[in-house]
């Protein structure tokens, strides 16, 4: 039998909301009753607040006592198999539901009746005299039909003044009326022309298409180099998910690639997706929600949080850049977008296209064991080719002090310049210089509150903290001994190699592209495109770069520091090394013109280098693999990382050296804990950070096993506990 879907008016009901309260509430059906999975909105104290019924009350107190759900909001209740999926996503990384509610409505005034705003359309009257501006107002009304148009629109459309159109609804010749700003999407065709494919793609896109027709859930992992046409063949599977009358998802790591991207799928579809990312406005976000709910947007291209969209029949999720660690979001609910899309396709019969040229050791190892299926686009399209790839031995390059740019590569970028080709400097590491030192104590300029040196941002006059934010003036006396003018930097920053590069090729046109430089994503996203046009010599680049752009005129790629992200006692060092690497290297050659890529390294014998340049991906992730599995850490092995932090550093460790004395739940299943130990950052923002780490046989029930851990400890006063599940990075 399936679940009570309807209350009467009065019957008790289990609201789930957004507070944090450990569980749901009962209160009364309103008047007129409501469905499961209704948004409602409930007396909490003397507030409203906003949840969702979540099934029958459970009773068991004086019913007279009972208070009514207020009202039901007007939007399409939530659905069984998102409450499902909400429920799973809280049980796999261990978050209370109310916070798993917060992030599946993260958007303002749900509740509200859609806000309005003017519309400005065709009117029937006369206008007393005709001038050019009004002909031409009445002219674009004509020319697009019965469309609506803002004042602004109307306005710039016709390049006249908005008076020029006020005047004209006073006469009637306009009409002004009030329209519902959540609009439906306009609608993607897609049956329009797509690209002819090349039989590699029209294989790939065949296979994906054979997989969408059986209707049911399956990941595949589309592995391609860069320009091979990864993204071809997705929009292809997404226009099938349309035909079929489904909705798709298309997730993206970065805001900055959306330009492009957006500009491909409305070539490809004859219209724009919706968007969801942190920098939607409020109204477009709203906007978002509740289409997706109702059904009237086929397709939404956003960051991760779109997966907790109220996706009414969700048929494709494409997770683009499958390896890239922004999916994990760290903070908050600690949940990976890349997994959480599949269990949700696994819920609700959907398609998983996990894209990248370099995946992710976990999705690469599901592929080897036949749970999902692999296809590989194996040649760039066109006559591009896979960049040369060759090491610097920077042990036998002559550098002055201060300078980072060998005497090879400097001569690999200026044949370049005169061959009017383009050249990427990579660092990954935004600033002036990683450390300013005194030359009179040997100070270095630390964070107040952190465990983490200052970055001096020469171009915002600053020293900042990468760590919480926080920034102060470059001083003139060292904080440390008061001596003057013997602070110094020390070591490269993007910052500090344009100044180089600057110095070294002075008639040459440089472009510097780094997430702290721009006002705005739009702005970033401008220069992306400048760029693209040929508007640089040289690019100076953080990991921004290494991300899915095209620049068709670059031809060398040169990376100032190859070492910097080998060492870290990070367990994925080595894979996020070989991914950057590849992918920035993937830059370099995309159109008709060969690339090459130049690694400066101290190491040129590292595993990891030779790999790379070797070009042997499945014996560097063959060998990746075995090391894992020998040392039993994932994806072989389950962990969790923990978290205790407070204001002093005792009372923490108290309660770390408790947790790890009374491990008895963990050792049921198998599993150790190491710790407590300070965290590799173990101060931030004037807290101090205390680490545990648990390891598990993989197939162990981890999250069990600590929440049974936990749920004893009485954190007192300021003390916070957080478990990331599958931590992604050790800080
Ligand atoms: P990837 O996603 O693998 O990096 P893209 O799909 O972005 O690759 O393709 C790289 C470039 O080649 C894009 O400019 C794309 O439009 C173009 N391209 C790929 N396949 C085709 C095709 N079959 N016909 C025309 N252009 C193509
Ligand atoms: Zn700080």
Redesign the pocket.
């Known amino acids: 039998m399936s679940a009570q879907e309807y209350f009467d008016q009065g019957e008790l009901v289990a609201v789930l909301t957004t507070q944090p309260l450990d569980r749901a509430l009962d209160y009364k059906a309103p008047e007129g009753g409501c469905f499961l999975g209704a948004f409602v909105e409930v007396p909490l104290g003397p507030r409203k607040v906003l949840g969702v019924v979540w099934g029958p009350g459970q009773g068991g107190f004086d019913l007279g006592k009972a208070r009514s759900v207020i009202r039901v909001l007007e939007v399409a209740p939530m659905r069984e198999e998102m409450r499902l999926f909400l429920g799973k996503v809280a049980d796999y990384t261990l978050t209370p539901m109310p916070a798993m509610l917060r992030l599946a409505t993260r958007a303002p005034g749900l509740g509200d009746p859609p806000s309005m705003r003017k519309v400005y359309r065709m009117g029937t009257g006369q206008p007393d005299r005709m001038t050019d501006a009004r002909t031409r107002v009445l002219e674009v009304l004509r020319d697009y039909g019965g469309l609506a148009f803002t004042l602004k629109e109307l306005a710039e459309q016709a390049g006249v003044t908005p008076s020029v159109v006020k005047g004209l609804v006073k006469q009637g010749a306009v009409r002004e009326e009030d329209s519902p700003r959540d609009l439906p999407y306009p609608h993607l065709d897609p049956d329009l022309p797509g690209k002819d494919l090349t039989e590699d793609q029209g294989a790939a896109v065949e296979r994906l298409h054979a997989g969408q027709r059986t209707g049911d859930y399956g990941t595949t992992l589309l592995k391609g180099v860069t320009g091979s046409g990864k993204t071809e063949v997705y929009l292809e599977a997404v226009a099938e998910t349309l035909r079929m009358g489904r909705q798709a998802l298309v997730l993206l790591p970065e805001i900055a690639l959306t330009a492009e991207f957006l500009m491909r799928v409305e070539e490809r579809f004859g219209a724009r997706p919706a968007e969801w990312h942190s920098g939607a406005t409020m109204t477009e976000r709203r906007r978002v929600w509740r289409m997706v709910g109702q059904g009237d947007a086929q397709l939404v291209v956003g960051a991760r949080s779109a997966l907790f969209l109220p996706f009414r029949n969700l048929g494709l999720v494409v997770v683009d850049e499958e390896h890239d660690t922004s999916y994990k979001q760290e903070d908050g609910v600690h949940y990976s977008a890349r997994d959480m899309a599949v269990l949700r396709s696994s819920i609700c019969g959907a398609r998983v296209i996990l894209a990248s040229a370099t995946p992710s050791l976990e999705s690469w190892a599901n592929a080897e064991a036949g749970k999902y299926e692999r296809l590989d686009l194996t040649a760039r399209f066109g006559a591009a080719v896979l960049p040369e790839m060759k090491s610097i031995d920077m042990r036998a390059e002559q550098l002055q002090p201060g300078t980072w740019i060998s005497p090879s590569l400097r001569q690999a970028v200026r044949q370049r310049i005169e061959r009017g080709e383009q050249s990427l400097l990579f660092i990954n590491r935004r600033g002036y210089a990683p450390v300013t030192l005194c030359r009179a104590c040997g100070a270095q300029i630390a964070?107040d509150?952190?465990d983490?040196r200052m970055v001096e941002h020469r171009f915002l006059k600053r020293l900042m903290?990468h760590?919480?934010g926080?920034t102060k003036p470059m001083p003139e006396a060292c904080p440390s001994c008061g001596v003057e003018g013997k602070l110094a930097p020390v070591g490269p920053g993007i910052e500090r190699l344009a100044e180089e590069a600057e110095a070294t090729f002075p008639d040459a046109k440089i472009a510097m592209l780094s997430s702290d430089l721009f006002g705005s994503a739009r702005a970033l996203k401008a220069k992306i495109e400048e760029i693209a046009k040929g508007d640089a010599d040289i690019v100076i680049g953080t990991q921004l770069v290494a991300k899915g752009h095209n620049f068709p005129k670059l031809t060398l790629v040169g990376v100032i520091d190859a070492d910097l992200s080998l060492h870290g006692a990070d367990l994925r060092a080595a894979e996020r090394t070989f991914q950057l690497m590849r992918q920035v290297a993937g830059r370099a050659g995309r159109a008709d013109k060969p690339g090459q890529a130049l690694l400066q390294t101290f190491q040129p014998e590292h595993p990891v280098i030779r790999a790379i340049l070797s070009g042997d991906e499945e014996g560097f992730w063959r060998a990746e693999a075995a090391g894992r599995q020998a040392a039993g850490v994932p994806p072989y092995g389950r962990m969790a990382g923990i978290v205790l932090s407070g204001p002093e550093v005792g009372p923490v460790f108290d309660i770390g050296n408790a947790m790890a004395r009374n491990d008895g739940a963990l050792r049921e299943i198998g599993a150790q804990v190491f710790g407590p130990a300070p965290a590799p950052i173990a101060r931030?923002?004037g807290r101090h950070r205390v680490r545990l780490l648990v390891k598990a046989p993989k197939g162990a029930p981890v999250q069990d096993a600590i929440a049974r851990w936990i749920a004893p400890l009485r954190l007192k006063g300021d003390i916070r506990l957080t478990v990331d599940i599958d931590p992604q990075s050790f800080y």
């Open positions: 964070c509150h952190c983490a903290c760590q919480c926080e931030i923002r």
